[in-house]
């Protein structure tokens, strides 16, 4: 018989060594936690004040770079945990900072405003992707969604070219759509009827109901408060410093283009990178047991750098990708402390632990979206 290290390991073992650390890293857990996590909320607040307050005065990438940082917080950082029921075991908070609360209704103009309806994010990524890591029903396997891209016969430059510029649009141009799609689907199967089949033209076509859910939902909103309501709340302050109110608000607005267009290139290197690479693995198979997909969550994920609040800040905390896919319900604070323990634990296990800066793993990525390498795939035992 044949088999390759994946199928070695002891997952009973392993699912036994990792709810063991699980359990020691949340056993105090508590306000403190809260607190922490209030810390890095004020600072991306802080970046949003500090952006928008000296935007008026001239377009220039520190004050888009202030929003985009807060843009970004408010999503990997803060909307992310938070919607997994992170802080749901700590008594006593306010409901918009449990999962039953967090962005419903009107509160995701409070909490959490983005081109990416709140629920339908949390279908697409809570629910599909975390627990379909790397397999055809994953909807974030990269490998699998720019297979069309890579049959495509064009140079080699021109497909940087492309995806560079989709770095620059990927939420307003795949994500608010293929989010909103995976939510109406899983609507239609819920009820009981086959999910609609539809061209990527008619969802975005404002005539037809689907496209029109698009517009109305996630597009109409964010663009009319994003790139016009709130620059024009910068008009009665550029006719106060005699800057002119036109002029205050169109610094504004081209500040804000180009703190969206930073935000989507930061969203895109820390999340688009998490499960790609040659070195990392996909699957053909559900996994059928608590140390199956404990160990697809380590071999299909990679760290970034990790170590302190102020690095974790400028990561959106996804540089803890694999303690993240293995127990995606823990507070930012307690990664810390799960990382070097998870690490030690594959080293006991003899299982790779994959972890590099966001560069190297950014050109990782794009080698496979450009075809020039493919990700791994277990070796299937033979007798």
Not at 240 to 259: D, K, M, P, R, Y
């Amino acid at each position: 018989m044949t088999t390759s290290i994946y199928h070695k390991i002891d997952r009973e073992l392993l699912a036994k060594d990792l709810d063991n650390i699980k359990e020691k890293v949340l056993e105090d857990l508590g306000d403190k936690d809260f607190h922490h996590l209030k810390k890095i909320e004020r600072w991306g607040r802080l970046c949003t004040l500090l952006g928008y307050g000296t935007a008026w005065i001239i377009p220039n990438p520190i004050s888009a770079y202030l929003i985009s940082q807060g843009i970004t917080t408010r999503w990997t950082t803060i909307a992310h945990h938070i919607s997994h029921r992170a802080y749901d075991k700590i008594k006593g908070l306010p409901t918009h900072y449990t999962s039953k609360g967090f962005a419903k209704g009107k509160r995701r103009y409070i909490d959490w405003f983005e081109w990416m309806l709140p629920e339908a994010w949390d279908k697409e990524h809570n629910d599909m992707h975390h627990y379909n890591l790397g397999e055809q029903t994953d909807p974030d396997q990269v490998e699998n969604n720019t297979k069309d891209f890579r049959a495509k016969n064009m140079p080699l430059p021109l497909r940087y070219i492309l995806l560079g510029i989709m770095a620059c649009i990927w939420k307003f141009a795949y994500y608010a759509p293929v989010t909103l799609r995976h939510l109406r689907n899983s609507k239609a199967k819920k009820a009981g009827i086959d999910p609609p089949a539809l061209s990527r033209l008619n969802e975005w076509n404002p005539l037809k109901p689907e496209g029109w859910e698009l517009w109305s939902k996630c597009l109409i909103p964010y663009i009319s408060i994003r790139f016009v309501l709130i620059p024009l709340l910068f008009f009665p302050i550029g006719i106060i410093a005699t800057l002119g109110g036109a002029v205050a608000a169109t610094n504004v607005l081209i500040n804000s283009l180009l703190a969206e267009m930073m935000a989507n290139i930061h969203t895109f290197l820390v999340i688009g990178t998490n499960h790609v690479g040659e070195d990392l693995y996909i699957f053909e198979d559900k996994a059928t047991n608590k140390g199956e997909f404990y160990l697809r969550q380590i071999l299909g994920s990679t760290n970034f750098t990790t170590g302190s609040d102020s690095v974790d800040f400028v990561h959106g905390w996804l540089n803890y990708q694999i303690e993240h896919h293995l127990w995606p319900d823990i507070p930012l604070s307690r990664y810390q402390m799960a990382q070097p323990q998870v690490k030690e634990i594959c080293k006991k296990h003899g299982i790779p632990y994959c972890q590099e800066p966001v560069l190297k793993r950014l050109w990782k990525t794009l080698d496979i979206m450009t075809g020039k390498t493919v990700m791994l795939k277990p070796i299937m035992e033979t007798n």
